[in-house]
């Protein structure tokens, strides 16, 4: 059984910076494509960042690019986003997903296993 556990949520102010990580429990840590999602109250679900197995590819959401990075340590068996300058529109639970193969890295419905949310607060 795979687990992914999110760490590192937290509320900050506008403009400040948080390091999620997420550890993954089980299976292949280093053969999964990695991708961070979030979901705002009221809102649908949407992509985040992404990073394949090797780290030679990474994708972002055009509304966090050159605010955020995405980084994994496969010794560790975790995956890391670091958010900087943050803004009270980047509130949302923010959810870690694995998934094989390298496709579809910002469709959430191809990846095949999730987290349970780590809680991200930017207040204004």
């Known amino acids: 059984q795979v687990q992914l556990v999110e760490s590192g949520g937290g509320l900050v102010q506008a403009g400040g910076s948080l390091r999620l990580s997420c550890a993954v429990f089980?299976?292949?840590?280093?053969?999964?494509?990695m991708g961070w999602f979030r979901r705002a109250p009221g809102k649908e679900r949407e992509f985040v960042a992404a990073?394949?197995?090797?780290?030679?590819?990474?994708e972002f959401a055009d509304s966090v690019k050159g605010r955020v990075t995405i980084s994994r340590d496969n010794a560790k068996n975790t995956v890391y986003l670091q958010m900087n300058n943050l803004k009270p529109e980047d509130t949302a639970v923010y959810y870690c997903?694995?998934?094989?193969?390298?496709?579809?890295?910002?469709?959430?419905?191809?990846?095949?296993?999730w987290g349970q949310g780590t809680q991200v607060t930017a207040s204004s």
């Open positions: 997903a694995a998934k094989w193969g390298v496709v579809g890295l910002t469709t959430p419905d191809l990846y095949d296993y």
């Open positions: 089980g299976g292949s840590f280093s053969s999964y494509a």
């Open positions: 990073i394949t197995w090797d780290s030679g590819t990474t």
